[in-house]
């Protein structure tokens, strides 16, 4: 139901719902990009790309593990 209000399909949004949570939560938007490649095929690449990149910009310095938090500011606009 919510894959259609945005003209994809229902697999295509869940999968990018898995992998940017994964991003944001680990700090690790590539790898988790790569893994939706690897989990859910080429198709899926630049929804999942620009899906990891806002979740990783949006969570800031939080992590779930303590070590890959971010000492400094992502992006200058975003540590003020």
Do not use: W
């Amino acid at each position: 139901m919510h894959g259609e209000q945005y003209f994809q399909p229902k697999g295509i949004r869940s999968a990018c719902d898995v992998v940017s949570l994964l991003a944001g939560a680990a700090n690790t938007p590539i790898a988790a990009s790569i893994m939706a490649v690897e989990l859910f095929g080429p198709k899926i690449a630049p929804y999942a790309a620009v899906a990891c990149v806002i979740s990783f910009l949006i969570i800031g310095h939080r992590s779930v593990l303590p070590v890959s938090g971010a000492r400094g500011g992502k992006i200058r606009i975003f540590s003020r």
